[in-house]
């Protein structure tokens, strides 16, 4: 078993998805996480970007959600951004890790 494989399994059966406490805390952390992501949205784009967008087509996609600002801090902690960097969004969405990587400066 991979290493991924088993620290998953260890997620599944630790305290945080065993017992009611554990769910509280999780739901609780979930939003948390949303609501430092609305505000920081707000703060540097003037709107939130945390709307769910639908696909056109739901036979082929379920749509997308806003990346969390915690998981591009982690994606882009080694990563230089300077003036004269350049950087190509392939995606849709509504441009959070453009916007994330517009104000990492």
Do not use: P
């Amino acid at each position: 078993m991979n290493e991924f494989a088993k620290e998953y399994y260890k997620q599944l059966n630790s305290w945080s998805m065993t017992t009611n406490l554990g769910k509280f805390y999780s739901k609780v952390s979930r939003k948390l996480v949303k609501y430092h992501d609305i505000l920081k949205d707000i703060f540097t784009c003037g709107t939130s970007l945390e709307k769910y967008v639908n696909s056109i087509d739901r036979s082929i996609s379920t749509g997308s959600e806003s990346t969390e600002y915690l998981a591009l801090e982690e994606m882009f902690k080694d990563v230089e951004i300077n003036d004269n960097s350049r950087f190509v969004d392939i995606g849709c969405g509504k441009g959070r890790v453009l916007n994330f990587v517009h104000t990492k400066n």
